[in-house]
């Protein structure tokens, strides 16, 4: 079983990135009633049971070796695992393609404490260490032009700014950003 830990922060504990798991359908039913949330990532579970479908479709990813959806979970005292406080995912993953991207959110009870960038290092290194050899060479970070949080954690998690993606919709009705960051 994949677990990868983001070391504490001097705002944050440390951080357990580990797959998805059925009992993770509370926690993750109550991340997605956050409203701004939604409005980023679009319609999320609303139930257990939507959630357990969600918690399928991951391992599902990981089955076929092309997308790795992981739970973040704050490392506290007596409680290894801790509490859920975010997702970060791999995909796009296919032996000798040399770019994926990854995503993420983070909860709205842990926004602004370091999470999504702790997380993305974590699982950045990750995705190098364990697909470079079959040619992964870089990953993309994308999100909506106007989403600035999400551009500061792209910055800090190392991603560059590489180019203006045109708006496509209905799917995409604004433009966005890619950021890239490549293996060293």
């Known amino acids: ?9 001097a705002s944050a504990p440390a951080l357990l990135l580990r797959p998805w798991r059925t009992q993770d359908g509370a926690a993750l039913v109550e991340a997605y009633r956050d409203p701004d949330m939604r409005h980023w990532t679009g319609s999320g579970p609303e139930s257990e049971a939507q959630a357990a479908q969600w918690v399928r479709n991951q391992e599902q990813g990981w089955a076929a070796g092309d997308r790795f959806g992981l739970a973040v979970l704050e490392e506290q005292v007596g409680a290894p695992e801790g509490g859920l406080v975010g997702h970060v995912v791999l995909k796009g993953v296919e032996s000798g393609k040399p770019s994926a991207e990854v995503g993420y ?7 602004g404490r370091g999470v999504a960038p702790r997380a993305l290092e974590a699982l ?11 040619g992964l060479r870089r990953v993309e ?16 998690s190392g991603y560059a700014f590489e180019k203006l993606l045109p708006a496509w919709p209905p799917a995409y ?11 060293r």
């Open 1 to 9: 079983m994949v677990q990868l830990h983001a070391p504490a922060a």
């Open 173 to 183: 009705p604004r433009d966005g950003h890619v950021h890239v960051r490549r293996r």
């Open 141 to 156: 970070l994308v999100h909506q032009e106007d989403n600035t949080a999400s551009c500061r954690v792209a910055e800090k």
């Open 105 to 111: 959110w983070t909860a709205a009870h842990a926004r």
């Open 124 to 134: 950045t290194l990750w995705a190098f260490d364990t697909f470079g050899a079959d």
